[in-house]
C-alpha cells in the first residue's frame, strides 16, 4: 500500500530532551516537508525537500532539523525541544513534474508531540 | 502570503450546497484542496493549475480563476460525510513551496 508512514504517533518529552520523529515514504517521491498543525494556524511548513541531500527551510524553520540522506525517509529533529514546539505534527510527499507538484501531497498520520 | 479562506466555518443541513473560496495575493501556478476529518491526516482532494481550469469529481468540484488568484469549492447537496476542514494549498510562480490557509471548518447536520 502506498503510504506515508510516521512515528511515533504521540510523544511526550520533556524541555531540552533531544527527539527525531521518523518519516518514511514508500511511493519514490521526490518531494517531502513537514509541516505543523496549530489551533487556528493552519499547516505551517517547517523543512522540506526536493531530493536527497537536498533541503531548504520553510516558514517555521527555527528549532527544528531535517536530514535527507535517502530518498524514502525524511526525519524532524528537535534539538532541544521547548514548551512552544508542542503542536500537531505532519510528514507530507509528493511527485514532482518539472518541479512542480502536480499530483498532490500524501500525508503521514501525524505525531502529536507535548514538551513539558 | 498564506492565502485567506472564507468561511471561516459553515454549518449546513444535509443536500444543502457549500462554498469555500480561497485567496492570494501572489500570482499562482497551482491551487490544491484537501479535507481534514478529526484526528486524521488531510486527504488530496484536487488541483488546479494555472489556466484557469474547473475540476471535479462526484458532488465536489473547484474553479481558478487565475487573474484575481481565487479559487473556490463547491460542494453540491452535502453529505454527512463532507463534515471536517478544508484547507486550500497555494503554490506561486515563483516558488516550490506549498503554503496553506488556516482552514474552513464545515459541519453538516442530519
Known amino acids: 500500500e502506498a503510504q506515508v508512514t510516521q512515528n511515533p504517533r504521540y510523544l511526550i518529552t520533556v524541555t531540552g530532551k533531544k527527539l527525531t520523529v521518523t518519516c518514511s515514504q514508500n511511493m519514490n517521491h521526490e518531494y517531502m516537508s513537514w509541516y505543523r498543525q496549530d489551533p487556528g494556524l493552519g499547516l505551517r511548513q517547517i523543512y522540506y525537500?526536493?531530493?536527497?541531500?537536498?533541503?531548504d527551510k520553510g516558514d517555521v524553520p527555527e528549532g527544528y532539523k531535517v536530514s535527507r540522506k535517502e530518498k524514502r525517509n525524511f526525519p524532524l529533529i528537535l534539538e532541544s525541544p521547548s514548551p512552544n514546539q508542542t503542536s500537531l505534527y505532519f510528514c507530507?510527499?509528493?511527485?514532482?513534474?518539472?518541479?512542480?507538484?502536480?499530483?498532490?501531497?500524501?500525508f503521514g498520520s501525524g505525531t502529536r508531540l507535548t514538551v513539558v | 502570503q498564506q492565502p485567506v479562506q472564507s468561511p471561516q466555518a459553515v454549518i449546513l443541513r444535509e443536500g444543502e450546497d457549500a462554498v469555500i473560496n480561497c485567496s492570494s495575493s501572489?500570482?499562482?501556478?497551482?491551487v490544491h484542496w484537501y479535507r481534514q476529518k478529526h484526528g486524521e491526516a488531510p486527504v488530496f482532494l484536487m488541483i488546479l493549475l494555472k489556466g484557469g481550469e474547473q475540476k471535479g469529481h462526484d458532488k465536489i468540484s473547484a474553479s481558478f480563476n487565475e487573474k484575481k488568484q481565487q479559487s473556490s469549492l463547491y460542494l453540491t447537496a452535502s453529505q454527512l460525510s463532507y463534515s471536517g476542514t478544508y484547507f486550500c494549498?497555494?503554490?506561486?510562480?515563483?516558488?516550490?513551496?506549498?503554503?496553506f490557509g488556516k482552514g474552513t471548518r464545515l459541519h453538516i447536520l442530519p
Open positions: 525537500s526536493m531530493n536527497v541531500e537536498v533541503t
Open positions: 494549498g497555494t503554490e506561486i510562480l515563483v516558488d516550490d513551496k506549498i503554503i
Open positions: 507530507a510527499s509528493s511527485l514532482e513534474s518539472r518541479g512542480r507538484k502536480i499530483y498532490g501531497y500524501t
Open positions: 501572489k500570482a499562482l501556478y497551482s
